[in-house]
């Protein structure tokens, strides 16, 4: 008797962890669809044209998505010398410049992504370092073009001869890697060395080094076989990009062969 109540209750415990598991994914995903942030500033800043929001190209190698990425100095009322500080750069994961309740316009940056770091920042480590946050807008552009123009933001704006340090959170991360791999620099110090040879440390945060087959419809197919699993996966993407994100497609999935989507890989 016990061991059949056992093989009863059993695949029961299972099954309930398995949809409670569900819920909180769910419950995650709507809290991120709905979530509404304070800013880290009272407005948006609004770079100069040499930072972005369509000014002007690179003059050497220039690359599509340079009007849609930002470079910015984090404290512009920071007027110490960078001759003896390191730069330090913020990049975000995907969809990061995106506000909660907002577009994704490189001409208005979201600042809130890098609060908390910010907030740290400032009171520890101004001294050796000097701060500043890449900003780019997704589904745009390859991650490839992404971080040529982030190549090219960096030879027109830190001209000093400095090594760099770049602290990534997720796609963010792989920016920096095919900056540092396959990207030269064009002017400077630096000139004719692929940008791997600047950077001095990099620390990537959740970074998928190994891919993200999970993230788009057709490759999630090979990994997920449970019609169960299948069902809620696909709506919890529904909720996260495009209920939160605002994404829109025909067929109400996330293409797996879309900007940033197809390159979010690596190894």
């Known amino acids: 008797m016990y ?3 056992r093989e009863f209750v059993m695949p029961w415990r299972r099954k309930r962890l398995v949809y409670l598991s569900l819920l909180l994914v769910l419950a995650s995903c709507l809290a991120t669809a709905q979530e509404t942030r304070p800013s880290l500033y009272a407005t948006p800043e609004s770079p100069s044209p040499a930072l972005g929001c369509n000014g002007p190209p690179s003059p ?3 690359s599509p998505a340079d009007p849609h990425v930002a ?6 009322s920071d007027t110490n010398s960078l001759d003896t500080r390191t730069p330090l750069i913020l990049i975000h994961g995907v969809h990061g410049n995106k506000p909660p ?5 490189i001409c208005t940056p979201y600042v809130g992504y890098w609060r908390s770091f910010i907030e740290y920042f400032n009171k520890n480590e101004r001294r050796q ?3 500043y946050r890449f ?3 997704s589904d745009r552009y390859s991650v490839w073009e992404i971080a040529r123009a982030f190549r090219n933001a960096l030879d027109q704006q830190i001209t000093t001869p400095q090594p760099l340090v770049i602290v990534a959170h997720s796609m963010g991360g792989l920016v920096a890697r095919y900056y540092m791999n396959y990207h030269s620099h064009n002017v400077g110090r630096w000139n004719g060395q692929r940008g791997g040879e600047r950077v001095t ?9 190994h891919g993200s087959p999970g993230a788009g419809d057709g490759s999630r197919e090979e990994l997920v076989t449970d019609p169960t699993w299948h069902f809620y996966l696909d709506f919890a993407s529904y909720v996260y990009w495009y209920v939160g994100v605002g994404l829109s497609h025909p067929t109400g999935s996330v293409r797996a062969d879309q900007p940033n989507r197809q390159d979010l890989l690596w190894d």
Not at 101 to 105: E, I, V
Not at 201 to 209: C, D, F, Q, S
Request: aromatic content about 10%; proline content about 12%.
């Open 71 to 76: 470079l910015i100095e984090d404290d512009p």
């Open 60 to 62: 050497f190698d220039p």
């Open 101 to 105: 309740q907002g577009p994704d316009n």
């Open 201 to 209: 440390k990099l620390i990537t945060l959740a970074t998928p080094h």
């Open 3 to 5: 061991n059949e109540l």
């Open 129 to 131: 370092y000097k701060l």
């Open 135 to 137: 900003h780019y807008e």
